[in-house]
Protein backbone atom coordinates (compact mmCIF):
# COMPACT_ATOMS: atom_id res chain seq x y z
CA UNK A 1 0.00 0.00 0.00
CA UNK A 2 1.23 3.02 -1.27
CA UNK A 3 1.17 6.02 1.86
CA UNK A 4 0.75 9.74 0.72
CA UNK A 5 1.12 12.25 3.83
CA UNK A 6 0.32 16.22 3.52
CA UNK A 7 0.20 18.58 5.90
CA UNK A 8 -2.30 22.31 6.22
CA UNK A 9 -4.31 23.92 8.37
CA UNK A 10 -7.43 23.64 6.70
CA UNK A 11 -9.62 25.97 8.39
CA UNK A 12 -12.77 26.86 6.74
CA UNK A 13 -13.00 24.45 4.12
CA UNK A 14 -13.13 25.50 0.68
CA UNK A 15 -12.81 24.46 -2.92
CA UNK A 16 -8.90 24.27 -3.34
CA UNK A 17 -8.72 22.65 -0.36
CA UNK A 18 -10.80 19.69 -2.00
CA UNK A 19 -8.99 19.75 -5.36
CA UNK A 20 -5.92 19.64 -3.55
CA UNK A 21 -6.53 16.55 -1.33
CA UNK A 22 -8.59 15.20 -4.24
CA UNK A 23 -5.21 15.58 -5.72
CA UNK A 24 -2.57 14.06 -3.59
CA UNK A 25 -5.22 10.74 -2.51
CA UNK A 26 -4.53 10.07 -6.62
CA UNK A 27 -0.99 9.97 -5.84
CA UNK A 28 -1.35 6.76 -3.65
CA UNK A 29 -3.44 4.48 -1.48
CA UNK A 30 -3.79 5.58 1.58
CA UNK A 31 -4.06 9.87 2.34
CA UNK A 32 -2.84 11.18 5.95
CA UNK A 33 -3.23 15.12 6.66
CA UNK A 34 -1.30 16.17 8.87
CA UNK A 35 -3.39 19.41 10.61
CA UNK A 36 -1.55 22.36 12.65
CA UNK A 37 -3.44 22.56 15.80
CA UNK A 38 -2.15 25.78 16.56
CA UNK A 39 -0.76 27.76 13.35
CA UNK A 40 1.64 30.26 13.74
CA UNK A 41 0.19 33.64 13.79
CA UNK A 42 -3.22 32.80 13.43
CA UNK A 43 -6.40 32.13 15.59
CA UNK A 44 -8.24 28.95 13.58
CA UNK A 45 -11.81 29.54 13.22
CA UNK A 46 -12.84 25.67 13.93
CA UNK A 47 -10.95 24.21 16.69
CA UNK A 48 -8.10 20.80 15.56
CA UNK A 49 -11.06 18.34 16.65
CA UNK A 50 -13.89 20.13 14.35
CA UNK A 51 -11.19 20.56 11.38
CA UNK A 52 -10.49 16.78 12.18
CA UNK A 53 -13.62 15.49 11.60
CA UNK A 54 -14.43 17.86 8.48
CA UNK A 55 -11.65 16.18 6.76
CA UNK A 56 -12.31 12.90 7.78
CA UNK A 57 -15.84 13.37 6.20
CA UNK A 58 -14.12 13.64 2.79
CA UNK A 59 -13.66 10.69 0.65
CA UNK A 60 -10.23 11.21 -0.21
CA UNK A 61 -8.90 11.62 3.00
CA UNK A 62 -7.94 8.77 5.24
CA UNK A 63 -6.72 9.80 8.56
CA UNK A 64 -6.03 12.75 9.90
CA UNK A 65 -2.85 13.46 12.97
CA UNK A 66 -1.94 16.31 14.91
CA UNK A 67 1.23 18.70 14.17
CA UNK A 68 1.91 20.52 17.25
CA UNK A 69 5.04 21.72 16.11
CA UNK A 70 6.04 22.36 12.44
CA UNK A 71 8.63 19.52 13.21
CA UNK A 72 6.16 17.25 14.30
CA UNK A 73 5.41 16.39 10.32
CA UNK A 74 8.93 14.55 10.15
CA UNK A 75 7.70 12.19 13.02
CA UNK A 76 4.94 10.97 9.91
CA UNK A 77 6.95 11.83 6.66
CA UNK A 78 9.45 9.12 6.94
CA UNK A 79 6.72 6.46 7.11
CA UNK A 80 5.35 7.74 3.79
CA UNK A 81 6.20 6.99 0.47
CA UNK A 82 4.99 10.26 -0.65
CA UNK A 83 5.01 13.89 0.82
CA UNK A 84 2.01 16.39 -1.14
CA UNK A 85 3.01 20.12 -0.82
CA UNK A 86 1.60 23.18 -2.52
CA UNK A 87 4.25 24.35 -5.55
CA UNK A 88 4.58 27.46 -3.69
CA UNK A 89 7.10 25.17 -1.06
CA UNK A 90 9.20 24.29 -3.91
CA UNK A 91 12.36 26.18 -2.54
CA UNK A 92 12.11 25.70 1.13
CA UNK A 93 15.25 24.19 2.53
CA UNK A 94 13.13 21.86 4.68
CA UNK A 95 11.00 20.59 1.29
CA UNK A 96 14.53 19.88 -0.14
CA UNK A 97 15.72 18.12 2.91
CA UNK A 98 12.58 16.34 2.81
CA UNK A 99 12.87 14.95 -1.18
CA UNK A 100 16.35 13.77 -0.13
CA UNK A 101 14.58 10.73 1.71
CA UNK A 102 11.36 11.15 0.38
CA UNK A 103 9.45 11.42 -3.09
CA UNK A 104 7.67 15.13 -2.90
CA UNK A 105 5.00 15.54 -5.16
CA UNK A 106 4.36 19.39 -5.61
CA UNK A 107 0.95 20.14 -6.52
CA UNK A 108 -0.52 23.77 -8.08
CA UNK A 109 -2.89 26.08 -5.91
CA UNK A 110 -6.04 26.30 -7.07
CA UNK A 111 -6.26 29.74 -8.67
CA UNK A 112 -7.56 32.56 -6.78
CA UNK A 113 -9.31 30.46 -3.90
CA UNK A 114 -7.49 30.73 -0.35
CA UNK A 115 -8.69 30.87 3.15
CA UNK A 116 -8.07 34.59 3.27
CA UNK A 117 -10.55 34.76 0.61
CA UNK A 118 -12.97 33.28 1.99
CA UNK A 119 -12.77 35.14 5.04
CA UNK A 120 -12.82 38.52 3.50
CA UNK A 121 -16.09 37.41 1.89
CA UNK A 122 -17.69 36.48 5.28
CA UNK A 123 -16.79 39.88 5.93
CA UNK A 124 -13.82 39.07 8.71
CA UNK A 125 -11.54 41.33 7.13
CA UNK A 126 -12.71 44.49 8.34
CA UNK A 127 -11.60 43.06 11.43
CA UNK A 128 -7.77 42.61 10.95
CA UNK A 129 -5.17 45.46 11.06
CA UNK A 130 -1.97 46.53 8.92
CA UNK A 131 1.23 45.58 9.39
CA UNK A 132 4.19 47.23 7.46
CA UNK A 133 7.03 45.88 7.76
CA UNK A 134 10.58 46.87 6.74
CA UNK A 135 12.36 45.02 4.63
CA UNK A 136 16.62 45.63 5.18
CA UNK A 137 17.87 43.98 8.09
CA UNK A 138 14.25 42.58 8.88
CA UNK A 139 13.62 39.73 6.20
CA UNK A 140 16.23 40.97 3.79
CA UNK A 141 20.13 41.34 5.25
CA UNK A 142 22.34 42.74 2.31
CA UNK A 143 25.88 42.98 1.99
CA UNK A 144 27.67 45.18 -0.56
CA UNK A 145 23.94 46.68 -1.94
CA UNK A 146 23.84 43.41 -3.44
CA UNK A 147 19.75 43.41 -3.13
CA UNK A 148 19.61 41.02 -5.28
CA UNK A 149 21.25 38.20 -3.53
CA UNK A 150 20.27 39.63 0.00
CA UNK A 151 19.97 36.44 2.20
CA UNK A 152 16.41 35.68 3.77
CA UNK A 153 15.32 35.17 7.23
CA UNK A 154 12.73 32.55 6.31
CA UNK A 155 11.51 32.38 10.34
CA UNK A 156 10.38 36.31 9.97
CA UNK A 157 9.21 35.44 6.71
CA UNK A 158 6.61 32.41 7.93
CA UNK A 159 5.24 34.85 10.52
CA UNK A 160 4.86 37.56 8.58
CA UNK A 161 3.31 34.86 6.32
CA UNK A 162 0.85 33.80 8.32
CA UNK A 163 -0.32 36.99 9.43
CA UNK A 164 -0.97 37.97 6.19
CA UNK A 165 -2.91 34.10 5.89
CA UNK A 166 -4.71 35.47 8.89
CA UNK A 167 -6.08 37.98 6.82
CA UNK A 168 -3.81 40.98 8.04
CA UNK A 169 -2.97 43.69 5.37
CA UNK A 170 0.61 43.92 4.61
CA UNK A 171 2.55 46.59 3.80
CA UNK A 172 6.36 46.06 2.92
CA UNK A 173 8.40 49.60 2.98
CA UNK A 174 12.04 50.42 2.27
CA UNK A 175 14.36 53.56 2.11
CA UNK A 176 16.15 51.79 -0.52
CA UNK A 177 17.39 54.73 -2.79
CA UNK A 178 16.79 56.85 -0.36
CA UNK A 179 20.04 58.79 -0.41
CA UNK A 180 20.87 58.18 -4.19
CA UNK A 181 17.66 59.22 -5.92
CA UNK A 182 16.30 62.55 -5.72
CA UNK A 183 12.59 61.26 -6.35
CA UNK A 184 10.06 58.50 -5.49
CA UNK A 185 9.50 57.79 -9.11
CA UNK A 186 13.83 57.17 -9.42
CA UNK A 187 13.61 55.09 -6.22
CA UNK A 188 11.03 52.77 -7.84
CA UNK A 189 12.39 53.29 -11.39
CA UNK A 190 15.61 51.68 -9.78
CA UNK A 191 14.73 49.41 -6.85
CA UNK A 192 11.46 48.15 -7.56
CA UNK A 193 11.69 45.24 -10.27
CA UNK A 194 14.84 44.08 -8.38
CA UNK A 195 12.63 43.90 -4.38
CA UNK A 196 9.97 42.43 -5.99
CA UNK A 197 11.30 39.37 -7.75
CA UNK A 198 13.13 39.05 -4.08
CA UNK A 199 10.14 38.88 -2.78
CA UNK A 200 8.28 36.69 -5.36
CA UNK A 201 11.65 33.89 -4.94
CA UNK A 202 11.62 34.05 -1.37
CA UNK A 203 7.70 33.10 -0.98
CA UNK A 204 6.91 36.63 0.71
CA UNK A 205 3.39 37.15 1.01
CA UNK A 206 2.29 41.10 1.25
CA UNK A 207 -0.73 43.67 -0.27
CA UNK A 208 1.85 46.41 -1.24
CA UNK A 209 5.57 47.65 -1.56
CA UNK A 210 5.91 51.41 -0.55
CA UNK A 211 9.44 52.92 -1.01
CA UNK A 212 8.47 55.24 2.39
CA UNK A 213 6.57 54.93 5.18
CA UNK A 214 2.69 54.55 4.81
CA UNK A 215 -0.31 54.42 7.91
CA UNK A 216 -0.31 51.51 9.59
CA UNK A 217 -1.26 49.71 12.90
CA UNK A 218 1.33 48.24 13.66
CA UNK A 219 5.44 48.87 12.41
CA UNK A 220 7.98 46.10 12.24
CA UNK A 221 11.64 47.63 11.63
CA UNK A 222 15.41 47.04 12.98
CA UNK A 223 15.87 50.61 14.05
CA UNK A 224 12.92 51.34 15.81
CA UNK A 225 13.16 52.83 19.78
CA UNK A 226 10.20 53.07 21.99
CA UNK A 227 9.43 56.23 23.80
CA UNK A 228 10.29 55.09 27.05
CA UNK A 229 14.14 54.27 25.24
CA UNK A 230 14.18 57.28 23.25
CA UNK A 231 13.38 59.17 27.28
CA UNK A 232 16.44 56.79 28.85
CA UNK A 233 19.06 57.00 25.81
CA UNK A 234 22.18 58.42 27.35
CA UNK A 235 23.40 60.76 24.50
CA UNK A 236 26.71 61.90 26.61
CA UNK A 237 27.26 58.52 27.10
CA UNK A 238 27.04 56.39 23.72
CA UNK A 239 28.28 59.61 21.89
CA UNK A 240 32.40 59.00 22.86
CA UNK A 241 31.86 54.84 22.18
CA UNK A 242 30.23 55.80 18.72
CA UNK A 243 33.24 57.87 17.95
CA UNK A 244 36.17 55.22 18.45
CA UNK A 245 33.82 52.79 17.34
CA UNK A 246 30.76 52.97 15.47
CA UNK A 247 29.17 49.48 16.61
CA UNK A 248 26.41 50.59 18.27
CA UNK A 249 24.26 53.18 17.03
CA UNK A 250 20.81 52.62 18.73
CA UNK A 251 21.16 50.43 21.71
CA UNK A 252 18.15 51.23 24.11
CA UNK A 253 18.24 50.67 27.92
CA UNK A 254 21.11 48.12 28.41
CA UNK A 255 23.58 49.57 31.04
CA UNK A 256 20.89 50.90 32.94
CA UNK A 257 18.58 47.80 33.48
CA UNK A 258 21.95 45.54 34.10
CA UNK A 259 21.65 45.20 37.96
CA UNK A 260 20.40 42.40 40.56
CA UNK A 261 16.70 43.01 40.38
CA UNK A 262 16.69 41.64 36.71
CA UNK A 263 15.86 38.04 35.46
CA UNK A 264 18.52 36.41 34.44
CA UNK A 265 17.99 32.81 33.03
CA UNK A 266 20.70 30.29 31.54
CA UNK A 267 20.66 28.36 28.67
CA UNK A 268 22.39 25.03 28.21
CA UNK A 269 22.21 22.71 24.85
CA UNK A 270 21.98 19.19 25.46
CA UNK A 271 22.62 16.29 22.40
CA UNK A 272 21.90 12.64 23.09
CA UNK A 273 24.13 10.50 21.27
CA UNK A 274 21.98 7.82 21.47
CA UNK A 275 19.46 8.72 19.47
CA UNK A 276 18.64 6.32 16.53
CA UNK A 277 16.90 9.89 14.75
CA UNK A 278 19.53 11.81 15.95
CA UNK A 279 22.24 9.04 15.12
CA UNK A 280 20.60 8.67 11.15
CA UNK A 281 20.93 12.31 10.30
CA UNK A 282 24.33 12.57 11.66
CA UNK A 283 25.54 10.00 9.67
CA UNK A 284 23.90 10.77 6.21
CA UNK A 285 25.43 14.59 6.63
CA UNK A 286 28.50 13.41 7.48
CA UNK A 287 28.85 11.32 4.76
CA UNK A 288 27.22 13.54 2.39
CA UNK A 289 29.98 16.49 3.28
CA UNK A 290 32.75 13.88 3.35
CA UNK A 291 31.90 13.30 -0.35
CA UNK A 292 31.00 16.79 -1.49
CA UNK A 293 34.88 18.21 0.07
CA UNK A 294 33.14 20.26 2.40
CA UNK A 295 33.97 18.06 5.57
CA UNK A 296 37.29 16.32 5.51
CA UNK A 297 36.63 12.88 7.21
CA UNK A 298 40.11 13.44 9.74
CA UNK A 299 38.35 16.65 10.96
CA UNK A 300 37.74 15.70 14.63
CA UNK A 301 36.22 19.13 16.09
CA UNK A 302 33.87 18.18 13.47
CA UNK A 303 33.61 13.91 13.99
CA UNK A 304 35.07 13.61 17.09
CA UNK A 305 32.98 11.41 19.41
CA UNK A 306 34.21 13.45 22.48
CA UNK A 307 32.11 16.14 20.73
CA UNK A 308 28.81 14.37 22.01
CA UNK A 309 29.61 11.49 24.16
CA UNK A 310 27.07 11.02 26.95
CA UNK A 311 28.69 10.60 30.50
CA UNK A 312 25.85 9.73 32.33
CA UNK A 313 25.87 13.00 34.38
CA UNK A 314 23.20 15.55 33.03
CA UNK A 315 21.22 15.47 35.78
CA UNK A 316 24.32 16.52 38.19
CA UNK A 317 24.20 19.99 36.08
CA UNK A 318 20.98 21.13 36.95
CA UNK A 319 21.37 20.00 40.32
CA UNK A 320 23.80 22.25 40.47
CA UNK A 321 22.18 25.12 38.89
CA UNK A 322 19.01 24.44 41.72
CA UNK A 323 21.44 24.56 44.75
CA UNK A 324 23.82 26.62 43.87
CA UNK A 325 22.27 29.42 41.69
CA UNK A 326 18.31 29.70 43.08
CA UNK A 327 18.42 33.29 41.63
CA UNK A 328 18.01 31.91 38.56
CA UNK A 329 14.66 32.34 36.72
CA UNK A 330 14.31 29.93 34.14
CA UNK A 331 16.46 27.16 32.64
CA UNK A 332 16.31 26.58 29.09
CA UNK A 333 17.19 23.56 27.81
CA UNK A 334 17.75 23.38 23.86
CA UNK A 335 17.68 20.47 22.08
CA UNK A 336 17.23 19.39 18.32
CA UNK A 337 14.13 17.59 18.77
CA UNK A 338 11.49 16.23 20.73
CA UNK A 339 13.37 12.67 20.86
CA UNK A 340 16.42 14.29 22.47
CA UNK A 341 14.83 15.28 25.73
CA UNK A 342 15.76 13.36 28.30
CA UNK A 343 13.82 10.35 29.43
CA UNK A 344 14.23 11.95 33.57
CA UNK A 345 13.50 15.26 32.97
CA UNK A 346 10.64 17.02 34.77
CA UNK A 347 8.34 18.54 31.92
CA UNK A 348 6.32 20.24 34.37
CA UNK A 349 9.04 22.22 36.31
CA UNK A 350 7.90 26.16 35.86
CA UNK A 351 11.89 26.93 35.78
CA UNK A 352 12.21 24.55 33.06
CA UNK A 353 12.06 25.50 29.09
CA UNK A 354 12.38 23.48 26.61
CA UNK A 355 13.61 24.75 23.19
CA UNK A 356 13.85 22.84 19.56
CA UNK A 357 16.35 24.32 17.18
CA UNK A 358 13.54 24.89 14.60
CA UNK A 359 12.10 27.63 17.18
CA UNK A 360 15.25 30.06 17.20
CA UNK A 361 18.01 28.73 14.83
CA UNK A 362 16.98 30.02 10.63
CA UNK A 363 15.11 26.93 8.81
CA UNK A 364 18.27 26.35 6.13
CA UNK A 365 21.03 25.75 8.40
CA UNK A 366 19.07 22.58 10.02
CA UNK A 367 19.53 20.39 11.30
CA UNK A 368 23.06 21.90 12.96
CA UNK A 369 25.50 19.63 14.79
CA UNK A 370 27.51 22.71 15.65
CA UNK A 371 27.35 24.52 19.33
CA UNK A 372 28.92 27.40 17.36
CA UNK A 373 25.65 27.51 15.34
CA UNK A 374 22.93 27.20 18.13
CA UNK A 375 24.73 29.48 19.97
CA UNK A 376 24.95 32.20 17.20
CA UNK A 377 20.78 32.27 17.08
CA UNK A 378 20.03 32.55 21.05
CA UNK A 379 19.24 35.84 20.98
CA UNK A 380 16.32 34.72 18.47
CA UNK A 381 14.48 32.70 21.48
CA UNK A 382 10.89 34.96 21.62
CA UNK A 383 10.75 34.57 25.69
CA UNK A 384 14.33 34.59 26.97
CA UNK A 385 15.13 37.39 29.24
CA UNK A 386 17.19 40.29 28.32
CA UNK A 387 19.82 39.06 30.54
CA UNK A 388 21.22 35.27 30.31
CA UNK A 389 23.87 32.81 30.91
CA UNK A 390 25.25 30.84 28.44
CA UNK A 391 26.80 27.20 29.31
CA UNK A 392 27.39 23.66 28.00
CA UNK A 393 26.36 20.34 29.76
CA UNK A 394 30.02 19.90 31.17
CA UNK A 395 29.73 23.35 33.02
CA UNK A 396 29.29 22.41 36.57
CA UNK A 397 28.50 25.54 39.27
CA UNK A 398 30.09 23.10 42.36
CA UNK A 399 29.63 25.69 45.15
CA UNK A 400 27.40 29.06 45.59
CA UNK A 401 27.15 31.45 42.94
CA UNK A 402 26.39 35.48 43.43
CA UNK A 403 23.35 36.87 41.67
CA UNK A 404 26.03 39.47 40.54
CA UNK A 405 29.04 37.33 39.23
CA UNK A 406 28.00 38.32 35.57
CA UNK A 407 25.93 41.63 35.87
CA UNK A 408 26.31 44.26 38.22
CA UNK A 409 27.46 47.84 39.08
CA UNK A 410 25.35 48.82 35.57
CA UNK A 411 27.62 46.97 33.31
CA UNK A 412 28.63 43.20 31.90
CA UNK A 413 31.46 41.52 33.87
CA UNK A 414 33.28 39.28 31.48
CA UNK A 415 35.87 36.62 32.64
CA UNK A 416 38.84 36.16 31.14
CA UNK A 417 42.27 34.58 32.15
CA UNK A 418 45.64 35.90 30.29
CA UNK A 419 45.60 36.99 26.59
CA UNK A 420 45.47 35.29 23.46
CA UNK A 421 48.20 36.78 21.13
CA UNK A 422 47.78 36.42 17.24
CA UNK A 423 50.68 33.73 16.91
CA UNK A 424 48.26 31.61 19.40
CA UNK A 425 46.07 31.26 16.37
CA UNK A 426 48.54 30.72 13.49
CA UNK A 427 47.99 26.93 13.41
CA UNK A 428 46.10 25.20 10.41
CA UNK A 429 43.57 23.29 12.61
CA UNK A 430 40.29 23.51 12.52
CA UNK A 431 40.09 25.33 16.43
CA UNK A 432 42.90 27.32 15.60
CA UNK A 433 41.53 29.28 11.97
CA UNK A 434 38.27 29.69 13.99
CA UNK A 435 39.88 31.67 16.43
CA UNK A 436 41.77 33.66 13.51
CA UNK A 437 38.76 34.17 11.88
CA UNK A 438 37.13 35.75 15.07
CA UNK A 439 40.40 38.11 15.54
CA UNK A 440 40.19 38.97 11.34
CA UNK A 441 36.62 39.75 12.32
CA UNK A 442 36.68 42.06 15.24
CA UNK A 443 39.53 43.95 13.54
CA UNK A 444 37.73 44.24 10.03
CA UNK A 445 34.74 45.60 11.76
CA UNK A 446 34.76 46.58 15.52
CA UNK A 447 38.27 47.78 16.59
CA UNK A 448 38.84 48.80 13.11
CA UNK A 449 42.63 48.80 13.17
CA UNK A 450 45.23 45.83 13.88
CA UNK A 451 45.24 44.32 17.68
CA UNK A 452 48.39 42.89 18.87
CA UNK A 453 46.79 40.29 20.88
CA UNK A 454 43.18 39.62 21.95
CA UNK A 455 42.35 38.50 25.61
CA UNK A 456 41.77 34.63 26.17
CA UNK A 457 38.57 33.88 27.72
CA UNK A 458 37.79 30.31 29.45
CA UNK A 459 35.68 27.68 29.16
CA UNK A 460 33.60 28.73 31.33
CA UNK A 461 29.78 29.77 31.56
CA UNK A 462 29.57 33.89 30.25
CA UNK A 463 26.80 36.54 30.90
CA UNK A 464 25.03 38.04 27.16
CA UNK A 465 22.76 40.27 26.99
CA UNK A 466 19.91 39.69 24.46
CA UNK A 467 19.21 43.52 23.38
CA UNK A 468 22.73 43.59 22.32
CA UNK A 469 22.92 40.94 20.34
CA UNK A 470 19.96 41.26 18.34
CA UNK A 471 22.01 45.16 17.67
CA UNK A 472 24.75 43.40 16.75
CA UNK A 473 23.21 40.74 14.31
CA UNK A 474 20.97 43.23 12.62
CA UNK A 475 24.40 44.94 11.44
CA UNK A 476 26.45 41.92 11.00
CA UNK A 477 24.05 38.97 10.42
CA UNK A 478 25.11 38.05 6.54
CA UNK A 479 28.92 38.26 7.40
CA UNK A 480 28.34 36.17 10.03
CA UNK A 481 25.08 33.95 8.77
CA UNK A 482 28.05 33.52 5.39
CA UNK A 483 30.71 32.25 7.86
CA UNK A 484 28.38 29.07 9.54
CA UNK A 485 26.51 28.55 6.55
CA UNK A 486 29.11 26.32 4.93
CA UNK A 487 28.65 23.17 7.21
CA UNK A 488 26.35 21.56 9.52
CA UNK A 489 29.36 20.86 11.64
CA UNK A 490 32.20 22.82 12.69
CA UNK A 491 34.20 24.37 9.98
CA UNK A 492 37.83 26.02 9.90
CA UNK A 493 35.42 29.01 8.24
CA UNK A 494 33.15 29.79 11.47
CA UNK A 495 33.54 31.87 13.99
CA UNK A 496 33.03 31.94 17.49
CA UNK A 497 29.41 33.79 18.35
CA UNK A 498 30.32 34.03 22.15
CA UNK A 499 33.89 35.24 21.49
CA UNK A 500 32.42 37.84 19.04
CA UNK A 501 29.70 39.10 21.24
CA UNK A 502 32.12 39.37 24.43
CA UNK A 503 34.76 41.32 22.05
CA UNK A 504 32.33 43.28 20.57
CA UNK A 505 30.89 44.56 24.00
CA UNK A 506 34.45 44.67 25.85
CA UNK A 507 35.57 46.65 22.86
CA UNK A 508 32.57 49.65 22.60
CA UNK A 509 32.86 49.54 26.65
CA UNK A 510 29.51 47.71 27.68
CA UNK A 511 31.31 44.85 29.22
CA UNK A 512 34.45 44.82 31.64
CA UNK A 513 36.86 42.57 31.81
CA UNK A 514 37.15 41.25 35.19
CA UNK A 515 39.19 37.88 36.18
CA UNK A 516 37.63 37.77 39.28
CA UNK A 517 34.18 36.29 37.21
CA UNK A 518 36.88 33.42 37.07
CA UNK A 519 38.85 33.70 39.90
CA UNK A 520 37.91 30.50 42.15
CA UNK A 521 36.97 28.19 38.86
CA UNK A 522 38.73 26.33 36.25
CA UNK A 523 38.94 24.14 33.02
CA UNK A 524 39.24 20.11 33.75
CA UNK A 525 40.30 17.59 31.11
CA UNK A 526 38.41 14.16 32.53
CA UNK A 527 41.30 11.72 32.75
CA UNK A 528 40.91 8.59 34.88
CA UNK A 529 43.60 9.89 37.36
CA UNK A 530 41.91 13.31 38.20
CA UNK A 531 42.35 14.32 41.79
CA UNK A 532 38.68 15.45 42.40
CA UNK A 533 39.73 16.48 45.81
CA UNK A 534 41.16 20.04 43.91
CA UNK A 535 37.99 21.39 42.56
CA UNK A 536 36.01 20.73 46.33
CA UNK A 537 35.68 23.95 46.66
CA UNK A 538 35.86 25.67 43.29
CA UNK A 539 32.83 27.60 42.15
CA UNK A 540 32.98 26.75 38.38
CA UNK A 541 34.56 23.58 36.69
CA UNK A 542 34.46 22.69 33.32
CA UNK A 543 35.20 19.17 32.97
CA UNK A 544 35.59 18.57 29.56
CA UNK A 545 35.82 15.15 27.32
CA UNK A 546 38.69 15.52 25.19
CA UNK A 547 40.79 12.41 22.97
CA UNK A 548 42.63 12.09 26.37
CA UNK A 549 39.64 11.52 28.00
CA UNK A 550 39.22 7.98 25.80
CA UNK A 551 42.36 6.27 28.22
CA UNK A 552 40.35 3.93 30.60
CA UNK A 553 37.24 6.07 29.73
CA UNK A 554 35.18 3.44 32.43
CA UNK A 555 37.18 4.18 35.55
CA UNK A 556 37.23 8.30 34.59
CA UNK A 557 33.42 8.04 34.27
CA UNK A 558 33.08 6.12 37.51
CA UNK A 559 35.21 8.67 38.88
CA UNK A 560 33.51 11.46 37.66
CA UNK A 561 30.14 10.55 38.43
CA UNK A 562 31.06 9.74 42.51
CA UNK A 563 32.50 12.99 42.37
CA UNK A 564 29.13 14.58 41.40
CA UNK A 565 27.31 12.20 43.45
CA UNK A 566 29.21 13.27 46.66
CA UNK A 567 28.38 16.99 45.85
CA UNK A 568 24.72 16.88 44.63
CA UNK A 569 23.17 13.73 46.05
CA UNK A 570 19.46 15.30 46.24
CA UNK A 571 17.33 15.43 43.09
CA UNK A 572 16.48 18.40 41.74
CA UNK A 573 13.14 20.05 40.64
CA UNK A 574 14.25 19.50 37.04
CA UNK A 575 13.67 15.51 37.51
CA UNK A 576 10.85 13.38 37.25
Same mark, same amino acid.
Given at each position: ????????????????????????????????????????????????????????????? *? !???????? @? &??? =??? #???? $?? /??????????????????????????????????????????????????????????????????????????????????????????????????????????????????????????? *? !???????? @? &??? =??? #???? $?? /????????????????????????????????????????????????????????????????????????????????????????????????????????????????????????????????????????????????????????????????????????????????????????????????????????????????????????????????????????????????????????????????????????????????????????????????????????????????????????????????????????????????????????????
Amino acid at each position: MKKVFTTGTFDILHYGHISFLRRAKALGDYLIVGVNVTPEGKTPFYSYEERKEILMSLKYV *D !EVVPLYRQ @A &DKF =IYI #KYAD $IF /ACGAEYREYDDVKHISQKTKVVFIDRTPKISTTVEKAWLGEQEHFKTLCVDIDNTIAFTKDRDFEHSLPDKQVIAKINAFHDAGWKVILSTARGGKSCKTIEERIAKYDEITRKWLDANHVEY *D !ELWFGKPN @A &DFY =IDD #KNMS $ID /ALLDFKIDEVAPIQKQIKVIEETPKLLETCNTNDKIDIIVPWVDENDPAWQKDFEYYQDQEIAEKIQKAENKQAFGKERTRDWGVFKYWFRGVEKNCPWVNKVFLVVQRESQVPEWINRECPKLRIVYHDEFIPAELLPTFSTLTIETFYYRIPDLSNFFIVCNDDFYFLNPIPNDLFFKNGKIHQGMKGSRTKNWSNGNGTWSRIISNNNSFIEKYITKRTMPSFHHYSHLPDGRVKSFEIDFMSKYYAEIYDKMKVSRFRHPKNVIPSLLYIDAMKYTGYGILDSRVYKNSCYAEITARMNYKIYENKEMVCFNDTANSNRDFVQAQKNLVAFLESKFPEKSQFEK
